[in-house]
């Protein structure tokens, strides 16, 4: 007998929550890696753990587009199944995240000169861990206001990523250049990771409000066209 849409709905949010607990384990285990010693079995398990929720989302997916199609649900149903799937996408690419994280630490790890890392690397991996963590709590409570608090820390991990990169400039005279690099790279990783929990975040508003509100615009679902976000 086929499950009705409320079962189904209840199986694909607990396959996402199950998912974005899985994500965040390897963001944080990423970052124990770098400066870190012994580390490449735990990067090869950050890799791992990749390849596992690249299998997940695509399980979403299907399960999704199959509620779709079967059930050709409306209104808040809808945005439920519509908000699962573009979450499930941003926490596929947090995952592949992760793993260049853990490779960026891993190649730094095997320099024979040492690199400094900088504070404002640490910060930014606080921050975008925090906005990951802030952002799937705002999608099981349905919080806009969760979700509104995490979009307000997306641009200082901007401006930690602006400093840092900065730093490493200044340091690639008298330190290893791919050593600089490689920390460079890994900011990138989290600020995309930042931008992503911020994607999730605006994914909770349209999925509890009806209103889209990324790119700088606010689209209401009941109002005419877009407008300016105060």
């Known amino acids: 007998m086929a499950l009705a849409l409320d079962d189904r709905l209840d199986a694909l949010t607990t396959a996402l929550n199950h998912m974005s607990h899985q994500v ?24 791992r753990g990749d390849l596992v929720i690249d299998r997940q989302e695509v399980e979403i997916e299907e399960k999704a587009i199959e509620m779709l199609a079967l059930h050709q649900p409306r209104a808040g149903d809808l945005r439920v199944i519509v908000a699962v799937l573009k979450i499930n996408n941003d926490l596929e690419r947090i995952g592949d995240h992760a793993a ?21 690397l640490g910060e930014m991996g606080r921050i975008a861990c925090g906005m990951l963590g802030d952002a799937l709590d705002a999608f099981v409570h349905e ?18 990523l ?21 920390v460079i790279l890994i900011g990138r ?7 992503l929990a911020t994607n ?22 009941a109002g005419g066209g877009p407008k300016a976000n105060s």
Request: proline share 4%; glycine share 6%.
């Open 189 to 195: 990783n989290l600020e995309r990771i930042a931008d």
């Open 24 to 47: 965040e384990k390897l963001v944080k285990d990423s970052l124990t890696l770098v400066g870190g010693v012994d580390i490449d079995e735990l990067a090869e398990d950050v890799i």
């Open 100 to 120: 260049n994280i853990a490779r960026a630490a891993g190649r730094l790890g095997r320099l024979e000169t040492k690199v400094p890392v900088p504070p404002e």
């Open 200 to 221: 999730i975040a605006e994914d909770v508003i349209f999925m509890v409000q009806g209103r889209t509100v990324r790119h700088g615009v606010r689209l209401d679902r």
């Open 143 to 160: 919080s806009t206001d969760e979700a509104a608090a995490v979009r307000e820390r997306d641009d200082r991990v901007d401006q930690l």
């Open 162 to 182: 602006d400093s840092l990169v900065r730093i490493m400039l200044t340091h690639m005279p008298e330190h290893h250049i791919s050593g600089c690099l490689e």
